[in-house]
C-alpha cells in the first residue's frame, strides 16, 4: 500500500509581494491590450488546424510565424517530419529571472468521422470537429477550441500584451507549445512511438529552452502546485478458443470474455477504494477500465482465447509509480483468489509520475496574486481534488518550479455537449481573464532581480 503524507496542504495562504507603482503601470498598460476580438480570431485559426498527438508541425508551425509576427524571437522546433513545437521570446535583461508560459497544442481525437466515430460518439458534435467557427454568442465552437488550443491563445494573447506595452522585463518571458502533452501513445502501427506522454515539452526542455520557473496553462477554477499522474495497466484474462456450437457442451469451457466480464466488474470496485485510500493534497487519484480487446468480430462463431482490459490508474505526488504497480499486482491477486476461475495475466505499458511544486514558490504565490487581482477576492485551492494529468510533471521533473493556472469550467456548453467530448467550446471573456491573471504573474516576476524572487 502506498505511503500517504498527512502534510500535503489542500490549501495554502498567499503572501503579499505589492507591486510597485511603476509596475502596476505596466501592468495596467498590458492589461489594456488583452483584445478578446484578437483572442477569438487566433483561437479560431489554431482550432481549424487538425494537431492530434504525433501530428502537430503544421500548427506549432503557424505558433511560430504569429509569434514572429507579433515581435518575439520566435523559432519552430522538429522533433521528426510530423511534429514539432513552437516557442517565443520577449527578451529581458539578464537581470531577473525567466518565465515560461506554456500550453500543450495536441488533440486527443483526429476530427475524423472514420477515426473517431463511433468511440467518442456515435456522430462527431461539431464541437469535435476541425471545421471550427463562431457561434451566435462568440464563442469559439471545433475542436479543443477551449482544451488546448484556447490555452495556447491565452499564452499568446499574455505575450503579445507584454510585448506591445514595452513593459522592460529583467527576465526573458518565454512563450512555449509542444506536442505530444495527451495521455496518449501512438497506434501500434505507427513506427515513431515516442509521442505522447509528454514527450514535446520534454524535447523542448532538453533542446536549450530552459526557465527558471514555467506557468501550465490547464483548466481549473484555481492556481495548483501539483497534479496526479498516471499508470496504464494491460490485463490479459486467458480462456479457450471455442466453437458457439458447442460452448454449452465442451466440459469446464472457460469463456474469456466472460470471464473479463466478472474481473472488469472486480477491479472498477478496487479502484473506488484505492481512490479513498490515496487521496491527499489536492489530488484525489481515479481510475478507470477504458478499453477491451478480444476475439474476431468477423469471426464471432469462435469465441476468443483472449480478451485484454486496458486501465488507467492516477497517484498523487505522494505515490511513485513503483508503489501503484505493486497495488495492482495485490489487487490482482485477491481478485483471482476470490474468483479462482480467472486466469489473469497483466503488464505496466506506461507510467508517468506525479510531482508537486511547494506551494510557497515564488512562482505559486505570484500566479495566486495574479489570481486574486483579477477575481477580487481571497484565492483558495483544493476546493474540488483533482485527478487530470498533463505536462506539468515533465517540466517539474526538470527541477523547473511550476504553476498551473487556466479557465475555470465553461458556462456556455450546451446541455447536450456536457462531459468531456471534444473540449471544443471556448468562451472568449475566460480565455481573457485567464490572460490578464497570467500577465500579473509574468510583470510580478521577470520585472524583478533574481534576488527578489528567490525566497
Known sequence: ????????????????????????????????LIDEERIRRIDLELTRIPSPTGYERAVSERL????????????YQPMDENSGNAYGYVRGSGEGPSLMVYAPIDAHLDGDPALDAPWAAPRLTDEMKTDAYVAENGDVIGLCAFNPKGFATVALAAAQAVKEAGVPLKGDLIAAFAGGGMPARMPAADARQGHGLGSGVTYMLNHGVSPDYAIIIKPGASVAWEEAGLCWF?????????????????????????????????????????????????????????????????KPAFPSAATEVYIDVRLTPRQTTAEVKAEFAAAVESITARHPELRVEWEMTASYPALATDPDSWIIQSCMRGWQEVEGKEHHAGVNPVSGQHDGSAIRRMGIPTAKIGPGPVPTIPPEWRGFGGMGVAHIPDLAVAAKKIVYAVIDTCTRTRAETAG
Request: charged share 15%; with cysteine.
Open 64 to 75: 511560430a510565424q504569429i509569434m514572429a509576427d507579433a515581435g518575439l524571437d520566435a523559432a
Open 1 to 32: 500500500m502506498a505511503t500517504v503524507s498527512v502534510d500535503a496542504p489542500s490549501d495554502i495562504a498567499v503572501k503579499t509581494a505589492p507591486l510597485s507603482a511603476e509596475q502596476r503601470g505596466w501592468l495596467e498598460r498590458a492589461w489594456a
Open 234 to 298: 494491460k490485463a490479459t484474462v486467458r480462456g479457450q478458443m471455442g466453437y458457439a456450437g458447442l460452448t454449452r457442451t465442451i466440459p469446464g469451457f472457460r469463456n474469456s470474455v466472460l470471464h473479463a466480464a466478472t474481473f472488469i466488474h472486480a477491479i472498477d470496485e478496487w479502484l473506488i477504494d484505492y481512490q479513498a485510500r490515496n487521496a491527499s493534497g489536492t489530488v484525489a487519484p481515479q481510475g478507470c477500465v477504458a478499453a477491451v480487446r478480444g476475439g474476431w468480430p468477423h
